[in-house]
């Protein structure tokens, strides 16, 4: 073999060689393409299938919120029309007393008189009501009643003054104690026991 054909079989074989590592070299880099591609895929697909899995998890939150609150302003509703609902019937049944015929009235005030002298200690009452009470104490004879139940003997006296509300105010002579009996003051003493009455009656088949 010549020395050019020497010289040329090296350079062939260095060629061949070459050729041969830039095919490995670029297979190797298609590979490693290839590889980071698939765990950019799959990588992308699991973002994509956490932003899924986030936003249904916002949505159904978003729900749930809408229908909690929903719930909320239906019971506030609620409870509102029952409270006023309520509070017009303790209207009702005040106005109803401000209005009630005399022989009625009369009856009534007869027992908050003797009741509230009852409560009070010693034996001299001063009494006082509305114009109306004021004339019908005047007709009663409380004294006897009384006397017999504090054994003792009872002075009563229907104060001339009246008061702008039905029911009346007993007090001791000397205006130490006293007791209200008006209508007004006996409901709203009562007022707790009187709403949970009235809620009983109008709304005891549903649940609060």
């Not at 707790?192 to 009983?200: L, Q």
């Amino acid at each position: 073999m010549s020395e050019d054909q020497k010289v040329q079989h090296i350079v062939d074989k260095i060629s061949a060689d070459a050729d041969e590592k830039a095919e490995e070299l670029i297979s190797e880099a298609k590979s490693k393409s290839k590889e980071i591609e698939e765990k950019a895929k799959v990588k992308a697909e699991n973002r994509r299938n956490e932003i899924i899995k986030e936003a249904e998890k916002k949505a159904r939150q978003e729900k749930n919120k809408v229908i909690a609150n929903a719930k909320l302003d239906a019971k506030k509703k609620k409870y509102r029309v029952r409270e006023e609902l309520i509070e017009k019937v303790i209207s009702r049944v005040l106005n109803r007393a401000q209005n009630l015929e005399d022989d009625e009235y009369a009856k009534i005030l007869k027992n908050l008189a003797i009741e509230a002298c009852r409560q009070l200690p010693g034996n001299e009452f001063l009494l006082k009501s509305d114009e109306d009470g004021r004339k019908l104490l005047q007709e009663m004879s409380l004294e006897d009643k009384l006397s017999d139940s504090k054994d003792m003997q009872v002075s009563i006296t229907i104060e001339d003054s009246y008061i702008s509300e039905r029911g009346i105010i007993a007090s001791t002579k000397d205006g130490v104690a006293s007791v209200d009996k008006t209508f007004r003051n006996i409901v709203s003493r009562n007022r707790k026991n009187i709403r949970k009455e009235i809620n009983k009656i109008l709304f005891e088949s549903e649940s609060i």
